[in-house]
């Protein structure tokens, strides 16, 4: 245990004992599954026992759903009706609160999906920094509205309103950043949620219980736990959800909603899987590139939907590029969260290294090579990220998403073999193309635009900043998730309309003067 800081080491079991539900944290005193680290906190290696959280069926899905209902109360609740100004100080209070559990959470994103220190810190401050923003955007938005507009004799004032319950799931690999930025503007935006947090990167969440207790009305935000088929299933099958806002895979959002009786009333919100592919160009800069490779397709053990999942390699520079690929890749550290210079992590699913060997045994099986030294070695939580070439059509790791470490890397000749891959691929995401000719860039930028949602140049693929929309076409997403973009996505535009004559006027000047309707006003929020 000495080898693990002070400030990092597991003391006391955290036994999460309550679930939040009609604005109570109500004592769980039934079944509870334990939640282990694939990090060793002894010299001989075994998984770390960090605690338990309550194992939930259909009786507690239905709690929740009951409490989301009654607050939304047919639009008439308290939530959805409340002023705007209001449900950003809710929000504030939260964030507020939030901020003081940093150190907490961060321990925790570090032993539950084994995240790097800075990483982890980053998480947690990019989220803050989501929620500030997501405010204020919530202001820009309402200050837009606040006026009525004119139009052929009518007087109309138009605003974005709540849709009605949300459930939200969120991933295990961001299990705070990605699931708020659902979570964050469902909330704000007037919805009752009900959350049930990821397989992984669950009692994170328990620090911030009470933070949402004390700063939100009773049902406004209900939290459950257990597995899906358990609880998310029976909330569906209730017809009483209205949003389903999901960012995982995508045979999972079409169970859920098989599952709702009225699936035309459902609205979506998805972040799904990708394949994102980086293409090398012949005139690339390959010290860049390869720097750009290593970090988009070995981040956090690749564990990333924009990850770069395949590399298109020019022929003329394959050799060079994969020689030296390699290598770099063999360079990289690999140990604790917390040890300093860490790149490569203990991977937080037991049965992952198991599933990549099976991918490699197939590439190999098929003609692949590792071409790097330490690829496929195992550990007791890791197997060392391997990289593979040429991959082709026949092997598996060309299809499906490995979201792992592992690179398959195969070459091309004609610029069109990738723009067909792309365009039959089943994802369609994002991209990273690396080149410096613009007479050879700019006719495949306007392609490649037409087949991804963000083309990246000479960088590798990501997310943020969180300002710029964040979607995908085919099966990568539905509806678009960004800070502007994610109040749409959870709203819908309502408005109230009056023909212009005097008896029509009078009544709305008095609705203004006497500040009784939330929704008909001209209040400006600084």
Not at 46 to 69: Q, W
Not at 75 to 87: A, E, I, N, Y
């Amino acid at each position: 245990m000495n080898t693990i800081p002070e400030e990092f080491q597991i003391k006391t079991l955290l036994n999460q004992d309550t679930y939040l539900v009609n604005g109570e944290l109500k004592k769980w005193e039934g079944q509870t599954s334990a939640v282990f680290s694939t990090i060793s906190s002894t010299e001989k290696y075994a998984p770390t026992i960090l605690g338990s959280i309550p194992f939930m069926g259909e009786t507690e899905a239905m709690e929740a759903v009951d409490a989301a209902s009654a607050a939304y109360n047919k639009g008439q609740g308290l939530w959805p009706t409340m002023k705007v100004v209001d449900r950003i100080k809710c929000m504030e209070n939260f964030v507020i609160q939030m901020k003081a559990t940093r150190q907490e959470v961060v321990k925790l994103l570090m032993w539950e999906i084994g995240k790097s220190l800075g990483d982890s810190e980053k998480e947690f401050d990019r989220t803050v920094d989501y929620i500030y923003d997501t405010i204020e955007s919530y202001k820009e938005l309402n200050a837009r509205s606040a006026h009525f507009s004119k139009v052929q004799g009518v007087h109309a004032m138009i605003r974005r309103g709540p849709l009605g319950v949300v459930l939200c799931l969120g991933p295990y690999n961001y299990p705070l950043n990605e699931t708020f930025s659902l979570l964050i503007p469902a909330l704000i935006m007037g919805n009752p949620v009900i959350f049930k947090p990821a397989k992984h990167g669950v009692l994170l969440i328990s620090p911030l219980l009470e933070a949402f207790r004390s700063s939100f009305p009773a049902g406004v935000i209900n939290i459950v736990y257990g597995r899906g088929r358990e609880v998310a299933s029976p909330i569906m099958k209730s017809g009483k959800v209205d949003i389903l806002a999901l960012i995982g895979n995508s045979k999972s959002a079409i169970a859920l909603q098989d599952q709702h009786p009225n699936k035309n009333r459902l609205r979506l919100v998805l972040g799904l899987e990708a394949k994102n592919p980086a293409i090398i160009l012949a005139d690339a800069d390959l010290d860049l590139a390869i720097q750009e490779c290593i970090a988009g397709s070995l981040s956090f053990n690749g564990q990333r939907c924009t990850a770069l999942k395949v590399l298109y390699v020019h022929e003329s520079i394959a050799d060079e590029f994969n020689k030296r690929f390699a290598a770099k890749v063999d360079a990289l550290t690999f140990g604790n969260p917390w040890d300093k210079s860490v790149f490569l992590t203990p991977l937080p699913e037991k049965d992952k290294p198991a599933y990549i060997q099976e991918l490699i045994d197939d590439a190999i099986s098929n003609g692949a090579k590792v071409i790097n030294e330490k690829g496929g070695e195992h550990s007791d939580n890791y197997i060392f990220p391997a990289v593979l070439y040429p991959i082709n059509k026949e092997m598996r790791l060309y299809h499906e998403e490995q979201f792992g470490p592992i690179v398959p890397i195969l070459s091309f000749k004609d610029i069109q073999e990738p723009l067909n891959d792309m365009a039959e691929s089943n994802y369609g995401q994002q991209v990273s193309l690396f080149g410096k000719d613009i007479k050879t860039i700019a006719p495949l930028i306007d392609a490649l635009v037409n087949l991804v949602c963000r083309v990246n140049l000479n960088s590798s693929c990501q997310r943020g900043p969180d300002v710029f929309p964040f979607t995908g076409r085919k099966d990568s997403a539905v509806g678009t998730l960004s800070i502007h973009d994610a109040l749409r996505s959870f709203s819908i535009r309502t408005f109230v309309a009056s023909k212009d004559n005097e008896y029509n006027n009078e009544i709305l000047q008095a609705l203004l003067k006497s500040k009784e309707s939330n929704f008909i006003n001209t209040d400006y929020i600084l």
